[in-house]
C-alpha cells in the first residue's frame, strides 16, 4: 500500500515559487508483512521527479514504520535546497517524529489535538545468545543517530533525549512545542493568510495564553499569574505523574502555593488508593477531589462494584471472611475520603 501522496505542483510562473504539497499518511516505508509497501527510494525519486522545488509542504499523519525508510525521508528532506513546511495532522509517531525532523527550522507545526511520540529502535529476530547481545549494541548505536536527530532540533542534551527513548514518550501538541519539537501550533479560528512564525519562546507564550484563556470568558477569573508560573505548575504536575492536572490550575490561575497544596492532596489520594487496591478510580477521585458529591458518588459505585464481584463469583463461604472483606472496603474509603478532607 502507498503510504504518501502527491497532491500537486504549483507555481514556476513569473515570481511565483514553484511549490508541491505531499500527503504521508500511513505506516511508512518497506515491510515485510505487506508486499505492495513501497521504501523511502520510491518517495525520494517521486520528489526528484517534480524538478526544482522553492517549496515542499508535508501533511504527516502517521504511526511510524520502517527505522531506516523515516530516516532517510528526514535526512533527503534537511538536504533538499527547498523550504520544507511540515504539518502534523494527527500524530507523528516512531519513524513518523525523525520524519517530522526534516521541516526546516522554524517550520515544523502541528494542530492542537496532535500529538508525537518517541522511542527506540525496535526489532525482531531469532538466534542464540550472542546474536542477541550483538542486536542490542547495534541498537544503541541506531538510537544515537536518533538522539543526534533530535537533538540538533530541541536542544536537549543527550542523556534526557535518552530517557526520554528509553520511556516511549508521547506528548501532546503544546508538550512537543515546549519541549522544542515543535516550533509552533497550528491556529484553526480562522485562515493563515499570512504566517509568520515566531520565535520558539514567543511560542512558548502563545501555548501557555491559550492554556490560560481555554475556559469561557464568563467563568474566567482574571489572569494574574506570569507565564513563568504556568511553566512551573506544568513542570510541577509532570514531576508528580499527574499531568492531567496541568491544565485545570494554569486555567484556574491558581498560585504556586495553591498547586503544591493541590498536588500534596493528590498525591495522598494516589498513596492510599494504591494501598486500598484502588487504582481503577485514582484519577476520577483526584479530579473531583473539591467536589464531595462525586466523591461519594464513586465511592458508593466502586464498593458495590466490588460487593456485585463477590457475589458473581460465589463470594467467601465463611461469613466471617466476608464480613471482613466488607469492613476492608469500607476502610478504604474512609481513608481515601479522610485524606481528600485534610
Known sequence: MKWYEILNLTGGAGDKPRSVTINIHGTVGGSFFDPDAVAASEFIQAVQSMGDLDEIRVSLATPGGNFFDGLAIANFLKGHKAEVIIEILSEASSAGSAIAMGASAGKLRAYPASFMMIHNPLTGMQGNANDF??????????????????????????????????????????????????????????????????????????????????????????????????????????????????????????????????????????????????????QNLIQNMNNPAELLRIAVSETKAEMDEDIDSGGPKDLTQNKQNNENIKNSWSRAISAVKR
Open 133 to 282: 547481545r550483538a542486536m542490542a549494541d547495534k541498537l544503541d548505536i541506531l538510537k544515537s543517530g536518533l538522539l543526534r536527530l533530535y537533538a540538533e532540533r530541541t536542544g536537549i542534551e543527550g542523556a534526557t533525549l535518552w530517557e526520554m527513548l528509553d520511556q516511549e514518550t508521547l506528548m501532546t501538541a503544546e508538550e512537543a512545542v515546549l519541549k522544542g519539537f515543535v516550533d509552533e501550533i497550528i491556529v484553526t479560528e480562522a485562515p493563515v493568510l499570512n504566517c509568520n512564525l515566531a520565535s520558539r519562546e514567543q511560542v512558548k507564550s502563545e501555548v501557555l495564553n491559550s492554556l490560560k484563556g481555554a475556559v469561557s470568558a464568563q467563568n474566567s477569573p482574571p489572569v494574574n499569574g506570569s507565564d513563568n508560573d504556568a511553566v512551573q505548575i506544568i513542570k510541577m504536575c509532570h514531576d508528580k505523574n499527574l499531568s492531567f492536572l496541568a491544565s485545570d490550575f494554569v486555567t484556574q490561575n491558581l498560585s504556586i502555593t495553591d498547586v503544591q497544596s493541590r498536588l500534596t492532596t493528590a498525591n495522598d489520594i494516589q498513596n492510599i488508593c494504591a494501598t486500598a487496591g484502588l487504582n481503577t478510580v485514582t
